[in-house]
């Protein structure tokens, strides 16, 4: 595990270990749960508590994706291009962008872990929409809405743009369309699937406690 890795697990076991004492995010989750989205499914029972456990696996889960998608591409020989913008997710972690010192502690964190979470998830549409597959096999698209009305609008929407300035200025740079490891890797996908990385890195594939249900009443988290 890298050294930056490292640095940011501690942040969040530190961020976890205050909010245990403070209770600071749980108080400001116990006020969003009435005006969250009809879609965000929560238990009947302690459903703060429910929300409180899924957002710190939110935040956990960036370093694991970190670093299963480095060694997923070091192992490809691409990952010269991808620790270019897995730089920048752990960036917004050890050099955040001013516009988050407005919170502390695990809220901060979940505000550091959005960022993250939407830089990977914008990065893997780019890559579908070219390629027709992910970079790699994970989705938390239903997690990064969730994640989005908690820390609520405009603030979220103002997260969105720092991650869509740092999409273009990274897909505007980069060839790796063209390299021809990155087209074998594209490939070798094609035609075997995910299922031995998903073996390797069960965190790509596991499902986080709190879900969406887009049913009749519910069109969409957009409304």
């Known amino acids: 595990m890298s050294n930056q890795l490292t640095t940011i697990r501690e942040a969040i076991a530190v961020a976890s270990a205050q909010e245990r004492s403070s209770g600071q995010l749980a108080k400001s989750l116990r006020t969003a749960v009435p005006h969250l989205h009809s879609a965000?499914?929560?238990?009947?029972?302690?459903?703060?508590?429910?929300?409180?456990?899924?957002?710190?696996?939110?935040?956990?889960?960036?370093?694991?994706?970190?670093?299963?998608?480095?060694?997923?591409?070091?192992?490809?020989?691409?990952?010269?291009?991808?620790r270019t913008f897995l730089s920048i997710a752990e960036d917004y972690f050890l050099k955040p962008p001013d516009l988050i010192a407005q919170h502390n502690g695990l809220a901060?964190?979940?505000?550091?872990?959005?960022?993250?979470?939407?830089?990977?998830?914008?990065?893997?549409?780019?890559?579908?929409?070219?390629?027709?597959?992910?970079?790699?096999?994970?989705?938390?698209?239903?997690?990064?809405?969730?994640?989005?009305?908690?820390?609520?609008?405009?603030?979220?929407?103002?997260?969105?743009?720092?991650?869509?300035?740092?999409?273009?200025?990274?897909?505007?740079?980069?060839k790796v369309f063209q390299d021809r490891a990155f087209l074998d890797y594209i490939e070798d996908h094609r035609e075997r699937g995910w299922s031995e990385e998903l073996a390797r890195w069960p965190c790509l594939a596991k499902d986080l406690d709190i879900t969406l249900s887009f049913n009749s009443r519910y069109p969409s988290l957009e409304s």
Not at 46 to 71: G, Q
Not at 74 to 82: D, F, K, L, P, S
Not at 149 to 173: C, K, T, W
């Open 40 to 82: 965000i499914e929560l238990p009947g029972e302690d459903a703060v508590n429910a929300l409180l456990r899924f957002v710190v696996s939110y935040i956990e889960r960036v370093p694991d994706f970190i670093n299963a998608i480095e060694t997923l591409t070091e192992e490809a020989g691409i990952n010269t291009y991808t």
């Open 108 to 174: 901060a964190m979940m505000d550091k872990a959005y960022l993250a979470h939407r830089l990977m998830e914008e990065v893997n549409d780019r890559f579908i929409g070219r390629c027709g597959i992910p970079l790699a096999p994970m989705d938390m698209t239903r997690s990064n809405l969730i994640v989005h009305y908690l820390i609520g609008e405009p603030f979220a929407n103002e997260l969105d743009h720092v991650v869509q300035y740092s999409v273009e200025i990274l897909m505007n740079r980069e």
